[in-house]
């Protein structure tokens, strides 16, 4: 069990059962009602906490234990919260639908890390209700469809439909900025753009003719010769990065 996957479980389950005897009350005070989120923005998160009854709980903390862990430890815990919360916020914001309705529930975050664990492992084999085995990409399609439809036709009774549709949305976001973001990706971008800004013209073809080969090093003149040559008959685009690099460096020495 991850750390913060074991955090939530704990929370989630002491907050129903130290707000049961008086669950009216706590909805009242910290449920999201979108037309009064202005005037308590506050409850984007204390809504995410709550549970009208044990199998809503239940539910809910099934789908953090079983996709939370192996998602906690590929993005690493800091990243997990913060997308456990943010699609939780997103769910609560795309539920301006039914602008009156008290939500609550952790349903829209829980579906962000399904989105989440989908998004790494679309292949993996979930089986529902243990029998059923559906691949994971598929699954979130489908759950994805199923709540638009029920939000739209507003058959779905007094689930938050749009709240787990918008946990999808949330999720996806959160890990599209953290993968833009990672070193991995900063550094590939990075190659890219030296890369692209590195490469050779005519006019750096009729630079390097001019130079004076013998003035060289014996073994880089021969080196110098060889990728000119290359150059002059295949063209200067069908060089290595590491033969324009030289190149350059034979021009500005």
């Known amino acids: 069990m991850t750390p913060w996957v074991l955090r939530l479980l704990i929370a989630n389950t002491l907050i129903f059962f130290i707000t049961a005897p008086i669950l009216g009350q706590v909805v009242r005070d910290f449920s999201w ?3 009064l989120g202005f005037a308590r923005p506050w409850t984007l998160i204390t809504y995410q906490f709550l549970h009208a009854n044990f199998l809503h709980l239940l539910f809910n903390m099934i789908g953090l234990f079983f996709f939370g862990p192996r998602l906690e ?6 990243h997990f919260l913060g997308m ?14 039914t602008p009156w309705a008290s939500i609550i529930g952790s349903s829209g975050a829980v579906f962000g890390v399904l989105l989440g664990f989908a998004r790494y492992w679309p292949d993996e084999r979930i089986y529902i209700w243990g029998v059923i085995p559906v691949r ?4 979130v399609i489908g759950l994805a469809l199923i709540s638009i439809w029920l939000g739209f036709s507003g058959t779905g009774g007094s689930i938050a ?5 918008g946990g999808f949305v949330g999720g996806w976001i959160y890990l599209r900025l953290l993968e833009r973001n990672s070193p991995a990706e900063r550094f590939r971008r990075k190659v890219e753009e030296v890369e692209v800004g590195s490469i050779p013209t005519s006019r750096d073809l009729e630079r390097w003719r001019g130079l004076d080969a013998g003035a060289l090093h014996p073994l880089n003149r021969q080196e110098f010769e060889r990728i000119l040559m290359k150059a002059q008959v295949a063209g200067v685009r069908s060089l290595s990065a590491q033969e324009r690099a030289f190149m350059k460096r034979m021009a500005d020495d």
């Open 84 to 97: 456990y919360l943010v699609s939780g916020v997103v769910g609560g914001l795309l539920s301006v639908t």
């Open 161 to 165: 439909h749009f709240a787990h549709l």
């Open 136 to 139: 994971a990409r598929v699954m």
């Open 73 to 78: 430890a590929k993005i690493g815990s800091r």
């Open 33 to 35: 009602v979108p037309a």
